[in-house]
C-alpha cells in the first residue's frame, strides 16, 4: 500500500488502483454521517476533489491522489457511511480507478514513513 499526505491509502490491484483514507483520518473526522462519490467513468487529475465526507465535526474532501478515471464506487458506503469508522483500511474503501501513470505512486509514502508522518 502507498499513503499520501492527505491521509489517503492506495492499493494496486492489476491496472486498477483502489482508494480510501487511513484510520488516522477516520479518527480524526469522528463518526462519518454522510459520504457523496463521484459517479464512475469520470477523467479526474491528482488533486481534484472527487468525494465529499461529513462527519459530526466536519465536513471534507478526498482528493484524487493520482490521475486517471473513476471506474468504480463503492455504493455501500452511501447507505452505512459508518462504515469508513470501523473499518477505513478494508471495506470502506471510496472508489477504484484506473491510473494514468502508475508511476506516479512512486513519490508517495510506504507504511512506514507514513507512520513516521502521523508519528
Known amino acids: ?18 482508494v480510501g483514507i487511513t484510520e488516522h483520518a477516520a479518527e480524526q473526522l469522528g463518526d462519518v454521517v454522510f459520504v457523496e462519490l463521484p459517479d464512475t467513468e469520470t477523467e479526474v487529475t491528482k ?21 486517471g478515471e473513476i471506474v468504480e464506487v463503492n455504493e455501500a458506503l452511501v447507505d452505512d457511511p459508518g462504515k469508513v469508522n470501523e473499518d477505513p483500511l478494508g471495506d470502506a474503501w471510496f472508489f477504484k480507478m484506473k491510473a494514468a501513470d502508475l508511476s506516479q505512486l512512486d513519490d ?3 507504511e512506514a514513513a507514513y507512520k513516521a508522518f502521523i508519528g
Open 47 to 67: 488533486d481534484d476533489e472527487v468525494v465529499v465526507i461529513e462527519s459530526v465535526k466536519a465536513a471534507s474532501d478526498i482528493l484524487a491522489p493520482i490521475d
Open 108 to 110: 508517495m509514502m510506504d
Open 1 to 18: 500500500m502507498k499513503f499520501t499526505e492527505e491521509h489517503e491509502w492506495l492499493r494496486v490491484e492489476g491496472d486498477v488502483v483502489v
